[in-house]
């Protein structure tokens, strides 16, 4: 179907963490480097769907970078359908309006995201049918958004089968680009030195700093909801009750899904090695969290710079599709 000497682009998951594959996509288009198809994994199916559209790198990291607190927050008001704490309504009704309604097999560029059915646990892959139901299907983390239902399934974040599906990508090329942004320590955790970790431990407890709220934009958003009794949807009241669990500091259901979720990713991805001739980029997202999606603009450099660190092998890649 692709022939040979096709490059593939490997989006995976990693909910905010994954708009750093706008940066790694600005810098391949940099150095003048096209997919021959693209496969992605919850946001990476999110953002993949978009290039795979015809958008550009930049038109992509301008859609993310108007992300704001109030803007998220309506997208993850708490709606409490069945099976889930949010619904995918808004998101799917946002990407409609960046892609449109159409079918996969009708992109510019070859398209295949992954899912997961929930009742068997099996990996679903999309590489054709309605472009919104794959992506939303692919990116619906379970236990804060509802399954999205497709042919007679249920159907959950890719992420959970096949976080970084480098084996699918094999049989569409025979060079794949793959970009992992679940990081290998937790994305809060700040590597001390000895000197350092000595200097917590005879720190007097009361004067250790406390952590920082899980959603510190999200909750500034819901402090101003409060306040003007509703905002784009959400009650006031309900906005008072999230803000009240958010100062409390203690891992929330957002918190203690997320985590679960990218602790099982990354072990996945780290037991799965048979993925034949790639690039693997890693952007740093530390300092970040799963839901700090109104900081596109920082974590697009991240992964940029994390591109940019393969300059020479890229370069060769696209003069001689060779690494």
Known sequence: MFGRKKIVYVLGSGAAFGIAHVGVLQFLEAMRIKPSAIVGSSMGAFLGCMYAAGLSSKEIAAIVERFNAPK??????PSFPHGGIVSTDRI??????????RNIECLPIPFVCVATDIITGEEVIFNKGPLLDAVIASLSMPGIFAPCRFAGRQLVDGGLTNPLPMDIARKLGNFSIAVNVLPRVHPAEKRMNATERLAVLKEPVEKTPKAM??????MSALTAMQHTGTAKGIPGSMAARMVK????????????ISNMVWIFSRELIRERRSWGRYLLIEPDV???????????????HRGYDAAKEFAPRLARLA?????
């Open 286 to 300: 530390r300092g970040f969290n799963m839901f700090d999606f109104t900081k596109g603009t920082a974590i697009i």
């Open 92 to 101: 799917r009704e946002f990407l409609f309006h960046v892609v449109g309604d």
């Open 213 to 218: 709220p899980p959603f510190p934009n999200i």
């Open 319 to 323: 003069s001689r599709w060779k690494i």
């Open 245 to 256: 669990n958010i100062e409390d500091r203690s891992p929330g259901i957002f918190d203690v």
């Open 72 to 77: 998220i927050a309506n997208l993850f008001m």
